[in-house]
């Protein structure tokens, strides 16, 4: 079940809402858990009922685990050690990722190199099984550290299958969620919540149907036909992606906390106008800023406590493996890995920069940076290296389209008749691409983005008409239902 679709918008949101604060409204508590237990395992289900078991079986084990771990006691010579309990617990979740997520990579690189023909699996990849892994495993490491108290189960439950974070984030932990799931005061309908709820939700809502499934099409066209691109439709297949994906992602974060605070439940900020950074660095601590958030903690850090004297060498080493990993993570392809790597090299040398005191006018840093973002972002969209190297080629050598008459040249600059060469003209194409690529960056630019927007927001007509505005226009652009993006990883 999509967000962006109409049984999620007038039926099961609705529905779910309801019934919980009717449940909560009786006292009936352990119900009210129960019933949003249900409803998150519905949503679950929609795509595939099939996986149902596996991220049941996923809490219930981890569950188990992590409660042998607060409870261990070092003294019973009977029980495996403690170390060894939080090895296997990470072993058989990293394990469970790798069989559904990587295991045809390992077996066609096994192929390639050895030029062997064993069989690939062709394994679907359970929906959010990435995110609801990397909740659990840092819920066992911190209850191998001692840093939490054992919980309730239906609380444990819904902090790993919350419906408006389950399928693609924001990673929420324990200590920030828990909490709030145990909450009396959380459990009594809230209307300022409510209105600020809708608020959001009504942005993310407009920020997917209308901009990003817009630059889908032509992001999608374009490196469809990467081989046949010139050089203004390399830069417009390449830039759409680069706001398609933030605008389906911060999208879909915006309806996900707009979601979860019709609940009280408020979900941690991901997005903070990253396409606004002036560096790499800059920009992680604004994109993705939960995974930015995991990845120092339980990656980064851990790696830099494995040596027995730290350096800024060690601390640059431990920058790229963790950037590296992270591109592994998105997911299983070379593709990625570059991704990752080539962010690794970025971050390593803007920690340099920073540690010389070298300094850049700040329009230029935005520039490189953004950039570099753009540019980085076709691995990260190419389905192959080859692919991706067709788009950087035509970026840099492509052909420009010569328009032989006056009336090509304003049809080209004329918002009513934009369009980029053979490839979209070939298949009856005429996108305003120019006209949203600088609307675009207008928005990301000029305008404050919907978390300082949800900060100020104060429930009016005014506000009213501004969430109806948005709302109705998106409502109106829904015949066709779209994926997010991050569905994917």
Not at 408 to 416: A, D, E, Q, R
Request: aromatic share 20%; net charge positive.
């Amino acid at each position: 079940m999509l967000f962006n679709s109409y049984e999620f918008i007038f039926l099961f949101l609705p529905i779910s809402f309801i019934i919980y604060f009717y449940l909560t409204s009786k006292r009936l508590i352990t119900a009210s858990k129960g019933w949003l237990i249900f409803s998150s395992l519905f949503f679950y289900s929609w795509w595939n009922i099939a996986y149902l078991p596996l991220i049941l079986i996923s809490i219930l084990f981890n569950y188990s685990l992590s409660k042998s771990l607060i409870e261990f006691k070092e003294h019973n010579k009977n029980y495996i050690s403690k170390k060894r309990l939080l090895q296997v617990g990470l072993i058989l979740n990293i394990s469970l990722l790798i069989y559904f997520k990587y295991m045809d990579f390992f077996i066609s690189n096994t192929n390639f190199v050895f030029n062997s023909e064993i069989s690939l699996l062709h394994l679907a990849l359970p929906l959010a099984i990435s995110f609801f892994t990397l909740q659990q495993i840092a819920f066992l490491i911190d209850s191998y550290e001692g840093l939490v108290e054992e919980k309730n189960f239906l609380d444990y439950t819904i902090f790993v299958i919350f419906f408006p974070q389950l399928i693609a984030g924001p990673i929420v932990h324990h200590a920030e969620m828990m909490p709030q799931f145990s909450s009396r005061w959380n459990l009594v309908k809230n209307y300022k919540n409510i209105s600020a709820g809708l608020f959001i939700f009504s942005i993310g809502l407009f920020k997917k149907v209308v901009i990003a499934d817009a630059f889908a099409q032509w992001a999608n066209l374009g490196f469809t036909n990467s081989a046949t691109l010139n050089l203004l439709e390399a830069w417009a297949a390449s830039l759409s992606y680069t706001f398609q994906m933030y605008f389906d992602f911060s999208g879909y974060t915006d309806m996900a906390i707009g979601a979860a605070l019709l609940f009280n439940i408020k979900l941690p900020q991901n997005f903070n106008s990253p396409y606004k950074a002036t560096g790499i660095i800059d920009f992680w601590q604004r994109w993705h800023i939960t995974l930015t958030v995991f990845i120092k903690t339980y990656v980064y850090t851990p790696i830099l406590r494995s040596f027995s004297r730290i350096t800024f060498t060690k601390a640059m080493f431990a920058t790229f493996a963790a950037m590296f990993i992270s591109g592994l993570w998105h997911g299983a392809g070379w593709n990625y890995i570059v991704w990752g790597s080539l962010h690794g090299v970025a971050l390593v040398i803007n920690h340099h920069w920073q540690k010389r005191k070298i300094k850049m006018n700040k329009i230029l840093a935005w520039f490189i940076t953004f950039n570099f973002v753009n540019v980085t972002l076709i691995f990260f969209k190419a389905s192959t290296l080859s692919q991706a190297m067709e788009v950087l080629n035509n970026m840099i050598t492509g052909n420009i389209v010569l328009y032989h008459s006056l009336d090509s040249v304003l049809s080209f600059l004329t918002p009513f008749g934009v369009h980029f060469g053979t490839v979209f003209t070939h298949i009856g194409e005429k996108p305003k691409t120019l006209v949203y690529i600088i609307i675009a960056f207008i928005i990301i630019l000029a305008f404050k983005n919907s978390n300082e927007l949800t900060e100020k927001f104060k429930a009016s007509k005014y506000s009213l008409a501004y969430i109806f505005t948005l709302f109705i226009v998106a409502i109106s652009m829904l015949s066709n239902f779209s994926e997010f993006l991050y569905f994917n990883f």
